[in-house]
Structures are given as structure tokens and as C-alpha cells.
């Protein structure tokens, strides 16, 4: 198939094509491309045949780029060279979104990674991994990737394959032993892949607010896995106990609204993460995608009401914060 027509109607996962955009060579399209490639295994471009722009090029397309810089006098030609630019407020927001992204790497484990090569290399394993859902189906609960491909039921299993080894490869995932003799091994995210929801929400929150017809708006799917990966982070005080409901309301036309999850705590915690929103829980939270993102790349928690015991979704938004974004330099 033509990449150009396939690609072209393709709507990246929200936060993969910001992110993947904004740490590389590669404009939009080949970018949109290679994440189309990944979430429906369509041959939709000869990753061979993609020539990278030298880092002048780059460099000045990102500084041609209409989504992340303006004329500052808006009666000036955005295309002569001698007009005065001035980021967008797109632009002024990828700054945070890049200091949460170099948080993330100088967390790794094995020892903090360098941006630019050194970035892309455990980068494009988790944006393919997440466009595919694949980083969706073992944040649920442990799976080999039969199980995986079961669950998605689109890309083949040989794509899963080769995306749970990238994934392992890098230290997003790890194997553990099959369930029974002769069984196939399955994956469970390490903590670095559970982190990895911070850039992720970042760039998220930079397309809510600043959406593109190319980025797909935050879908059900994402707001569970995201809440399964990160809630088994939290450490909160041992004597708190019972069940929060998170509610995230999406917005209008998108299936599955509001979404979430319920957690369960038990002397501090989150020692179950059950899909869906349990009426009958202890306490719940609930807001707009916008006022939870907020909430937790931010602090505090305007927008997002709590109901039943109050300290459950205070500690739970508080420790999001804390883990995700705690001691973040911008």
C-alpha cells in the first residue's frame, strides 16, 4: 500500500508522535509512518529507504515548523528568513515535555541514557510498543505473547514478538517463567516501564491542549493501562486501606467514556488494579482527562473531585505526582 495514503489517515496514539517528533530527525509524516507500521503490522513504509536529514536540516525544520513557532509581528511572511519567530503556545510547552523526558532517562537503571542515538534506542522500542497497544496488554497483567496478540487481535504475532523482544531488550519489560512446564514465557513491566507514563502524559497533555489532526485524542485504552502501570508505584501511608474508584472523563465522541479503574489498598498498597469504575468502592475520584493530567504532572488536585474516605484519591493523586514527576528539573 502506498504509504502516503495509509499513513496519511493514520492518527498516532496520544503522545507517541509528539514525543518520537520531537526527539528526532524525521518530520511527521515518516514518523507517522513508522508508528502506523507498528499498530497495524501494513507494510506502509521501506524503513531502508527513509534518508535522515543531516542535523542542519533538522534544525531548521524545526525552526519552519508552524505547530511549534509564529511570526512575532503576525502581519510578517512566516517564510523569509528574516522574520523574528516566537514559539507558539504548542512551542512554549515543549520544554516541560523535554525535561520530563530526560527525568525519565536518567532513571534508567542501567545508568542514565544520552539523548539523541542513546535516547532513540530504548525510545522507539516504547512509542512502537505503546502505538501497537502492546505496552496496553502487559500493563494489565503478566502475558506471553500469544496472550498478547490474542488481546490486541490485530497486528500478527510475529510483530508482537518482535516488539515484546525490543521492549525486553532495553529493560522496559522482563520474562517470567512460564506458568506450566513446556508453557510460553511471559513479560511483566519493570519499573522503568511503569515510569515511562511520565513523558508520556506530557506529550499528551501538550496535544489535548494543542491538538493536531494527525495525534489521536486519549482513548480508554490508554487511561487504564497508564493507571495500571503506575499505580503499583505508590507508597503511601501503611495504615490507609480500602477501594478507590478513577474516573476519567474523555472527550466528546470518544468510546468508552468515562474509563478507569479501580484500585485496591491495603496498608499503603495498590495490591490490585481492577478494570473499570466501581460505584460501590470506598472513595472514587473523577475529572476530565485534562484536570487528571494536570494533577499529576502538576500537584494538587483542581478539577478532579473525590468522594467517600478523602484520603484515598489524596494519596493516590499526591503519589502519582510524587512518583512520576518528584524532583523534576525544568
Partial sequence: MPSGLVAGEYR?????????????????????????????????????????????????DVFADRYLLEPADPGDDPDDIETRMQPTPAGREVPLVGAVLHHWYERCPAGPVAPGEGGGRVLWPLLCGWASTVVHAVAAKPRSAPEV????????????????????????????????????????????????????????????????????????????????????LLRMPTGLNGRCALSVELDAGVLGSPAGVTARIDE???VACEPGIDPDADASAAGPSGA????????????????????LPRDILGGLHKALFGGLRV
Fill in 12 to 60: 498516532a496514539r496520544a503522545g507517541a508522535l509528539t514525543l518520537s517528533y520531537l526527539t528526532s530527525t524525521m518530520g511527521w509524516d515518516e514518523l507517522r509512518a513508522i508508528l502506523a507500521q507498528a499498530a497495524t503490522g501494513a507494510d506502509l513504509v521501506d524503513l531502508d529507504a527513509i534518508v535522515l536529514p543531516d542535523r542542519e536540516e533538522a534544525v531548521f
Fill in 149 to 232: 496478540h490474542e488481546e490486541i487481535g490485530v497486528i500478527p504475532l510475529e510483530l508482537v514478538e518482535a516488539s515484546l523482544g525490543l521492549l525486553d531488550e532495553v529493560g522496559l519489560i522482563r520474562p517470567l517463567p512460564p506458568e506450566r512446564p513446556g508453557g510460553d514465557e511471559r513479560y511483566e513491566p519493570t519499573e522503568w516501564l511503569r515510569l515511562a507514563v511520565a513523558p508520556l502524559a506530557a506529550a499528551a497533555r501538550l496535544e489535548l491542549r494543542h491538538p493536531r489532526e494527525d495525534t489521536a485524542p486519549i482513548a480508554a485504552a490508554d487511561v487504564a493501562a497508564a493507571l495500571q502501570l503506575t499505580l503499583p
Fill in 268 to 270: 499503603g498498597r495498590v
Fill in 292 to 311: 487528571w493530567l494536570d494533577a499529576v504532572i502538576e500537584g494538587g488536585a483542581r478539577g478532579v473531585s473525590s468522594d467517600g474516605d478523602w484520603r
